[in-house]
């Protein structure tokens, strides 16, 4: 019988994660019947102490909110994607008590953006609403696809620090623009990609906007909202005929990524969606 292998999603609050879900479902169809995945409700201010405390026995966590910042600082080495989007979301444990910290969120949205969008989808305008952690990944994805000068939306252009800052490391140039604006909405309604990483019902006083709007099926939002899904504005960009991706996409293909780094071997995607789409119908 081959050693325990344990891995965990930490946060706070944390009960909500559906992370064990999707970790507990591809190691059950790898056969890794020798590897747990738990919750653990960390605060931030406990953080490091929980990493000191762990024993070899651990391959990895994913890392929620509010701890993507501290998590950071508290790791041996940062993958350089986490360090120019200023966040980590995922912690690997590779052996002689190295600690490192990557970014798997980034890939998520890449992932679910172009699982929904046309073949051949060569976006070259990007909206990014919201100005967090999560906007930052945004930021990198879009850059990734080649949208280089995104818009980046926000209610109050005086708290996006943290994703101007990792625009400057990125390299890229968004322009910072204030929400509910003739400038911003002209900006969503012609964007090949946007991506909301606003708080549920935080986007609905964009629905009436959108249901007026003349959008096609190479515009492409990702929503990252999962729970209480489809939102306002998620169904009101479908209506309007172009391609809408929930939260929950880039919650399994950011989790793809983690099982593969964590276990070294290739994730069981459909066996990890239809999981999570169960778990998510039990919830609504």
């Known amino acids: 019988m081959p050693d325990p292998r344990r891995a965990a999603v930490l946060g706070h609050p944390v009960a909500h994660s559906l992370s064990p879900v999707l970790h507990r479902a ?24 929980f990493l000191t405390g762990l024993d070899p026995s651990w391959a990895g966590l994913s890392v929620t909110m509010p701890l993507k910042q501290v998590a950071l600082r508290s790791v041996d080495h940062i993958e350089p994607l986490a360090e120019v989007v200023g966040a980590v979301n995922t912690v690997l444990f590779p052996g002689g008590g190295v600690r490192v910290g990557t970014n798997t969120d980034v890939y998520g949205i890449v992932t679910a953006l172009t699982e929904v ?17 999560t906007a930052s990944a945004a930021l990198a994805a879009l850059g990734q696809l080649g949208i280089t000068s995104p818009a980046v939306v926000v209610r109050s252009p005086g708290r996006a620090g943290a994703v101007v800052r990792a625009a400057a490391r990125m390299g890229v140039s968004p322009s910072l623009l204030t929400w509910g604006t003739p400038r911003a909405d002209e900006a969503l ?14 986007a609905d006083s964009l629905v009436p906007l959108i249901v007026e709007a003349d959008l096609h099926p190479g515009q492409v939002l ?3 909202v999962y729970e209480g899904w ?7 960009w479908a209506a309007r005929g172009a391609p809408v991706a929930g939260g929950h996409l880039m919650l399994l ?30 919830r609504s």
């Open 26 to 49: 591809a190691y059950a169809e790898l056969g890794l019947t020798h590897w747990t995945y738990e919750r653990h409700d960390v605060t931030e201010d406990r953080f490091t102490a």
């Open 222 to 224: 990702l929503d990252v």
């Open 189 to 202: 309604l012609r964007a090949d990609a946007v991506v909301s990483t606003a708080p549920r019902g935080a």
């Open 117 to 133: 969008a046309p073949t051949q989808w060569q976006p070259r305008t990007g909206v990014i609403l919201g100005g967090g952690a």
């Open 253 to 282: 293909h950011q989790g793809v990524e983690q099982v593969r780094l964590m276990t070294g071997r290739s994730a069981p995607t459909e066996v990890m969606r239809v999981a999570l789409e169960r778990a998510l119908a039990e």
């Open 230 to 236: 489809p939102t306002a504005m998620g169904r009101a």
